[in-house]
């Protein structure tokens, strides 16, 4: 390794990740037994997310509502970004006011991005309830936010990442934590 490659350490691998995505599906299955729910995935890999707890959460519950969050124009750094963000577009095909909503995302970090998906959650209704899945908390809060339903919790500095890959998006599976590379 030369001085210019990042440091990459595993931290989950395939068999742990579906272990995490196995235990969120039970704790969610137990707690909603008797309310329809819907799922809101952030893009990206909060979308993957959703849908691998949701094939888990469906063989046992009819009653899932699935949805999609794009929050790039809801983000509180656009004038730093120096880009403009790509934008997927969000797909809620249900309503959300007053649903139940569990909201996914890979990581948890300063709490931003989960604020910036409540307020564009705001902006189609007020849901009767909202919640928070994620496979890793990573620590190093600016906004009091807390998930509801954790994979993997861990403390990390700012100067380290962690990296969530996912087959349908990366080719391979993992979670890792990274010093020197962003995505």
């Known amino acids: 390794m ?42 990206t890999r909060g979308v993957i997310l959703a849908q691998r707890v949701f094939d888990r ?34 797909d809620l095909p249900f309503s959300v006011e007053g649903s139940h909503i569990i909201l996914f995302d890979d990581v948890l970090f300063t709490g931003r991005t989960i604020r910036a998906a409540l307020d564009e959650l705001m902006d189609y209704g007020r849901p009767a309830r909202i919640e ?5 908390d990573r620590g190093n809060r600016e906004v009091p936010i807390c998930p509801d339903y954790l994979g993997h919790g861990m403390n990390t500095s700012k100067a380290e990442h962690v990296l969530v890959c996912f087959d349908e998006i990366d080719g391979k599976e993992g979670v890792y934590t990274v010093i020197g590379e962003t995505r």
Do not use: C, M, W
């Not at 068999?15 to 037994?33: A, G, M, P």
């Not at 928070?132 to 890793?136: K, S």
């Open 2 to 43: 030369t001085n210019s490659e990042p440091l990459r350490t595993e931290v989950l691998s395939r068999k742990d990740i579906d272990n995490k995505i196995r235990r969120i599906s039970s704790e969610i299955i137990e707690k909603h037994s008797d309310r329809p729910v819907a799922f809101v995935g952030i893009h």
């Open 132 to 136: 928070l899945a994620v496979l890793v």
């Open 57 to 90: 959460v469906s063989r046992h519950r009819t009653d899932i509502s699935q949805g999609t969050l794009d929050i790039a124009l809801y983000r509180d750094d656009l004038d730093n970004l120096g880009t403009i963000p790509s934008i997927r577009g969000s």
